[in-house]
């Protein structure tokens, strides 16, 4: 006889039956739970890391946290779940890799954490554990091991108190340890990229440094990039959504007290794990309760040489170079706000898109200057000419196109360039965007431009496709300036290249400085809060990767520059052609006098000479490009 296919229990039954049945202990239970036994050699190299899980395991630590414990060792989030959403999971730290920089992954069920710790057992080896059903909290409780099951996965996510120590052998104090406290975290506005069920915002944690030091706290955690590195925000907390009296009241772990002199650095924090679990509504997930980590038996000086899935091959170090490299182009000069609708990860991701690419499309043109004959600006051509250098010289062709209004400028500036470095005519062209009747509705325009994308994106083959500086469509189909005054008689409508591409799975950058850029649109809510005029000048079109910079131009240099780090890893042995894909103040400079020569002017201060956004080429750009390029030149081991 066929016997009858048995009906297997939810996660919630299940869950339910183990909790009546079994009687979690919770914060003051004195039950010990033991861990799972060690080989005699092992136990003879017992490491302070696997002591303190075992006191843990046995109840003698409580639940409190752990920061400020096993000094040198890595510690790490834990984020437990059932397999079928494992993958999701996976992607969702890779593409918000600064929040969540996935250490390892277990198989389902394995209760060690690999080469982070073969002795371990996560089922009672953290102080506190989180339990949500259907992303609603249930309970905080000591240990796991009544409701775990083999087909849980669990993740060890990196964590800022690996560099406590670091911070305080180099002088830096740390608050919170000094003064005995769990350090403070907060929910900030900045979205994470949504994976699957996925999502919810970035968690920071927060940790006052004297001013004097704040330059020393972000050298000595850079390099620290499992356990988020350097600070993805110092100072103004209301950028990131956070009121002055919301530090004193902080979403996780304690309030610390600010001294005067302190400037708030704030890094991204491994609590975005628990907020992405919360916001998936799984049937079950636990985590570590918010500063009760997992220690590791990986010490400080093995760190180095740790691989880990967020780094897609690449290296740590490679890594620390575009975090820095990140953190330097959004340095906020015309004091635009621009760091209120930065986002994390976006540079590292960027380029590792046009890393992998072959043939990229580069769109940019903004003709603020609309009482002029020549209306093109001086920020956007010269950032695509960098980008478009550094492309050729990785061997990569590049197709840059413009609109009517901005060719001659490009044109002469595209020559230029290509005097200089000869590789860039062999892979470099230029392309005319297809005029549309100006005397029509923008909804036609846009329409007629379709079929000249759709023709561009599939006869080059394009599979990047970059937008820096160029204009980008408003919610009210218009393109504003950053004053609200309408360039529509200028600009070709081509926004859709951007969609139509995502469309076809082609990469999409957007790189911008005020929010009415194209690919903008992936910040709109954050533009329209916190941007003047935002709700009516910023880009509705989304791309993919944005990267918001204290200048449009450093956001082209810097994503050369990321690429020229990534690259470093594969190629070198060539090492002349890397170092020149770089960047170059010579190259810059001749390109930025032959726009200037072709009628281009900087679209803040027209009457300046060779000067970019207000700023004079020779005093504050030279300096931001000298800084990108000894960023990089870090990996190349020279002056």
């Known amino acids: 006889e066929e016997e009858e296919e048995e009906e297997v229990p939810s996660v919630q ?29 092992r136990r003879r190299m017992s490491l302070v890391s696997e002591a303190l899980r075992e006191k843990i395991a046995g109840g003698e630590h409580g639940m409190r946290d752990t920061s400020g414990c096993c000094a040198g060792f890595l510690q790490a989030n834990v984020v437990i779940i059932p397999s079928a959403y494992a993958d999701n999971f996976e992607t969702f730290c890779k593409e918000n890799y600064r929040g969540c920089p996935l250490l390892y992954r277990s198989d389902p069920g394995q209760v060690d954490a690999g080469h982070l710790s073969q002795t371990s057992d996560i089922r009672n080896q953290l102080p506190a554990y989180e339990v949500f059903l259907d992303g609603e909290h249930k309970e905080r409780v000591d240990n796991i091991e009544s409701i775990y099951t083999n087909d849980l996965v669990t993740f060890y996510v990196g964590c800022s108190f690996s560099f406590e120590q670091a911070l305080q052998d180099g002088g830096v104090p740390v608050r919170n340890i000094d003064q005995g406290k769990n350090v403070s975290m907060f929910i900030t506005t900045r979205p994470c990229e949504k994976i699957g069920p996925f999502s919810g915002n970035l968690v920071v944690s927060m940790r006052p440094i004297p001013s004097h030091l704040v330059q020393k706290g972000i050298d000595l955690t850079a390099p620290y990039v499992l356990a988020h ?92 170079v575009i975090n820095t490299i990140e953190y330097l182009v959004k340095e906020d000069p015309g004091g635009r706000k621009i760091n209120s609708i930065t986002l994390p990860n976006q540079l590292w991701l960027a380029s590792i898109d046009l890393f992998n690419a072959s043939n990229v499309i580069i769109t940019t043109g903004f003709p603020c200057l609309i009482s002029r004959d020549i209306p093109t600006e001086t920020d956007g051509p010269l950032g695509t000419l960098t980008l478009a ?204 006098k032959a726009m200037y020569d072709a009628g281009c002017r900087d679209g803040i201060a027209a009457d300046k000479d060779m000067s970019v956004d207000g700023m004079l080429f020779d005093e504050q750009h030279t300096s931001k490009l000298n800084s990108l390029i000894d960023a990089v030149n870090t990996l190349f081991n020279c002056d």
């Open 13 to 41: 039954q299940v869950y339910l039956v183990i909790q009546n049945t079994h009687n979690i202990k919770k914060r003051h239970s004195l039950h010990v739970f033991k861990s799972q036994p060690h080989s005699p050699k």
């Open 389 to 592: 250098r550094t492309l050729a010289l990785l061997g990569k062709k590049v197709l840059i196109v413009v609109e009517e209004c901005n060719m001659k400028v490009m044109e002469s500036a595209f020559n230029t360039a290509c005097d200089l470095v000869p590789t860039m005519r062999e892979k470099c062209s230029i392309k005319l965007i297809k005029s549309t009747d100006k005397h029509i509705p923008m909804e036609e325009r846009i329409a007629q431009t379709d079929e000249f994308i759709e023709s561009l994106l599939s006869s080059f083959g394009a599979d990047a496709v970059v937008a820096i500086e160029r204009a980008g469509r408003s919610a009210d189909n218009h393109y504003y300036t950053m004053r609200a005054n309408v360039m529509d008689a200028l600009v070709e409508p081509i926004d859709n290249i951007v969609t139509i591409a995502q469309g076809k799975g082609i990469a999409t950058i957007g790189i911008g400085d005020g929010g009415n850029e194209l690919g903008l649109g992936k910040v709109l809510a954050l533009v329209e809060k916190n941007i003047p005029l935002g709700p009516k000048i910023g880009c509705v079109v989304a791309a993919h990767r944005v990267i918001v910079a204290g200048v449009s131009n450093w956001g082209g240099d810097g994503l050369a520059a990321a690429l020229t780090a990534l690259a470093f890893n594969v190629d070198s042995n060539n090492m002349d052609t890397l170092r020149q894909s770089v960047g170059s103040i010579d190259f810059s400079r001749a390109v930025l």
């Open 229 to 320: 590195g350097a600070p993805f925000h110092v100072g103004a907390p209301h950028e990131l959504g956070i009121s002055g009296e919301k530090l004193q009241s902080p979403d996780y772990g304690d309030a610390v007290t600010i001294e005067d002199d302190d400037v708030c650095c704030f890094w991204a924090c491994g609590v975005t794990c628990l907020e992405a679990v919360k916001s998936a509504n799984i049937p079950l997930a636990i985590t570590h309760s918010p500063g009760c980590m997992f220690v590791s038996d990986v010490k400080e000086d093995e760190l180095p040489s740790l691989q880990a899935p967020i780094l897609q091959g690449f290296s740590q170090k490679q890594m620390a």
